[in-house]
């Protein structure tokens, strides 16, 4: 049976390889589009960090509202104009945070937070309970989004990381 424990050990990897694949990202990269509308660190960035603050607010048995349309959500684009955008340092720090208050959720939910319905209009019907929608977001949806990033990485011609 997996563990939160084991979810987290999942989630930790995943943050760390993200930190990772654009520690050697310039500023003024990051939004560069080697491949005409790849994701660039920018738009995933901001992306995850939508869904680590969805994270938080699962366990936390927090309302959220629907991410897709917020900026960086599933129904948006990326664009390659750098003034569309934080600094890599502002985007990095969102990331940050939210990871961190999603890691503080898994040990602030209460036992029952886990197996709680998922009553929101729009994720209700594709999750029943918080756990596999928290599951799929720190899993799934982070390395989904890892392998775009290491694409990029390739495409802009930037070594492999460690």
């Excluded at 390889?17 to 500023?27: N, P």
């Excluded at 009553?119 to 999750?127: A, I, M, N, R, V």
């Excluded at 928290?134 to 989904?144: E, Q």
Aim: hydrophobic share 45%; net charge negative; charged share 15%.
């Amino acid at each position: 049976m997996i563990t939160p424990d084991d979810l987290l050990f999942s989630y930790r990897w995943g943050a760390e390889t993200f930190r990772g694949l654009v520690a050697d990202v310039a500023d003024e990269q990051f939004t560069e589009q080697p491949i005409a509308t790849i994701n660039h660190p920018a738009w995933l960035l901001g992306h995850v960090s939508i869904y680590n603050e969805v994270i938080a607010s699962l366990l936390l048995g927090k309302p959220f509202d629907n991410p897709w349309d917020a900026p960086c959500g599933k129904t948006t684009h990326p664009t390659g104009a750098r003034s569309d955008y934080a600094s890599k340092e502002a985007i990095v720090g969102r990331f940050d945070e939210g990871f961190a208050s999603a890691v503080a959720a898994f040990g602030d939910a209460s036992s029952g937070a886990w197996s709680a319905p998922l009553e929101h209009p729009t994720w209700g019907k594709q999750f029943a309970t918080v756990a596999p929608a928290v599951t799929f977001l720190a899993t799934t949806h982070l390395a989904l989004h890892l392998g775009q990033l290491s694409g990029w990485r390739r495409a802009m011609k930037l070594p492999r990381i460690g």
